[in-house]
Each structure stands twice: as C-alpha cells, then as structure tokens.
C-alpha cells in the first residue's frame, strides 16, 4: 500500500554535499518519516527522524551536519548531508511509521547508495 522511493545518492569526496529526497505515494502528514543507514556488515542504525509536528532527532555522529525535513504537500522528506566523511558510506533508507489497531508498521525504501571517498 506504502511506497517509498528515494533519490540523490551517488559518489562525493570528504568535504562534499548531497541531498537525499524520498517520495511516498500517499499523503504523509500525520506519520512519522525517517532516515536510516546500514554500512556493509552493520546493522540499519537510525540517521534522523521527525514528527508530523516536525520535531526532529539526530544520531550523534551527525550532529550539526545533517538536516531532516519534510514537505507534506509533496508527501516527500529530505535529508541535507554537508560536510560529509567516508564513515557516513552507506546505503541510506527512508522509513515511514504507520498507525495499526496493534501499534505502528513500519515501512520501508529500497535504499540509495551514498560513498564519500577520495
């Protein structure tokens, strides 16, 4: 029922910029979104979220570099990545919290592939 389609990935150096969108296919004003990452070997770790009142959370690591928002009527959220480092490699999944009769289902992108090498 959910899609969601992200964008913006490819290669940057250290130092550099990108901005990842995703897309969903129905509205998404009353969810929760979010941005997470999985490295090769690691588990998805949460990047950053924000509310439907666009409260937002960011991992440590990604403080003060990165910037989550979202725009509801183009049901897309956008992550802002500066100052980039070879640590923030990674396949880079935008996620969508829904309300259930048991609690929430959580859905998923397929991912877009972000390297920051020299």
């Known amino acids: 029922q959910v899609q969601l389609v992200e964008s913006g990935g490819g290669l940057v150096q250290p130092g550099g910029s990108l901005r990842l969108s995703c897309a969903a296919s129905g509205s998404i004003t009353i969810n929760p979104m979010g941005w997470y990452r999985q490295a090769p070997g690691k588990e998805r770790a949460l990047v950053a979220s924000i509310t439907s009142r666009e409260i937002t959370n960011y991992a440590d690591s990604v403080k003060g570099r990165f910037t989550i928002s979202r725009d509801n009527a183009k049901s897309t959220v956008y992550l802002q990545m500066n100052t980039l480092k070879p640590e923030d490699t990674a396949v880079y999944y935008c996620?969508?919290?829904?309300?259930?009769?048991?609690?929430?289902?959580?859905?998923w992108g397929k991912g877009t592939l972000v390297t920051v090498s020299s």
């Open positions: 996620n969508l919290r829904a309300p259930t009769g048991r609690g929430w289902q959580d859905y």
